[in-house]
T-cell receptor
Framework: DAGVIQSPRHEVTEMGQEVTLRCKPI?????LFWYRQTMMRGLELLIY????????DSGMPEDRFSAKMPNASFSTLKIQPSEPRDSAVYFC?????????????FGPGTRLTVL | RKEVEQDPGPFNVPEGATVAFNCTYS??????FFWYRQDCRKEPKLLMS???SGNEDGRFTAQLNRASQYISLLIRDSKLSDSATYLC????????????FGQGTELSVKP
């Protein structure tokens, strides 16, 4: 079975450019999470969706960040305009049941470098 | 104060050693607990759930103390392949069921 799929795996861009990260959750999972990981701050939850609806976006750092989930099999995280401090690994994860103890399965991550 | 706190390490131990990691959480409404493992430049993966009665999976033992809001992970007879970062994770259902991750504890097992 395919796991969580993320693209691109690596992205290098210049400050001010728009960046779009993509995620395909595991089929049948109805919760999707976006995380950011840096050495300084560790793993931070940015936003998560249940049944395609954003539930908690309190972790989104600022208005430059936006996330969408137009259907159950696809989500995007967009940064516009990007800044060097956005450089991090961005993980997408999915989970099978709302408010359950089912574990999250992470994608391989997108390593973003903003120059 | 962070919601989930861990000693960041690194813990440097020889092969065969026993090593223990601790984790404390601040929200008494926390209801589910896990240990995840993350290898360098890889995604986190579930290592084991943590149950109130304690649980064991081979060389790994997890314990939960709700009164003290404390979770532990014990690794016996450590292997080189155990070298990784170990993340303590808590689910708080009154926060929408989201997972809250600790900063992770780095383990390096040496020959």
């Amino acid at each position: 079975d395919a796991g969580v799929i993320q693209s691109p795996r690596h992205e290098v861009t210049e400050m001010g450019q728009e960046v779009t990260l993509r995620c395909k959750p595991i089929s049948g999972h109805n919760s999707l999470f976006w995380y950011r990981q840096t050495m300084m701050r560790g793993l931070e939850l940015l936003i998560y969706f249940n049944n395609n609806v954003p539930i908690d976006d309190s972790g989104m750092p600022e208005d430059r960040f936006s996330a969408k989930m137009p259907n159950a099999s696809f989500s995007t995280l967009k940064i516009q305009p990007s800044e060097p401090r956005d450089s991090a690994v961005y993980f997408c994860a999915s989970r099978g049941q709302e408010f359950s103890t089912d574990t999250q399965y992470f994608g391989p991550g997108t390593r973003l470098t903003v120059l | 104060r962070k919601e989930v706190e861990q000693d960041p390490g690194p813990f440097n131990v020889p092969e065969g050693a026993t090593v223990a990691f601790n984790c404390t959480y601040s929200n008494s409404a926390s209801q589910s607990f896990f240990w995840y493992r993350q290898d360098c430049r890889k995604e986190p993966k579930l290592l084991m759930s943590v149950y109130s009665s304690g649980n064991e999976d081979g060389r790994f033992t997890a314990q939960l103390n709700r009164a003290s809001q404390y979770i532990s992970l014990l690794i016996r007879d450590s292997k080189l392949s155990d070298s990784a970062t170990y993340l303590c994770v808590v689910i708080v259902y009154n926060q929408g069921g989201k997972l809250i991750f600790g900063q992770g504890t780095e383990l390096s097992v040496k020959p």
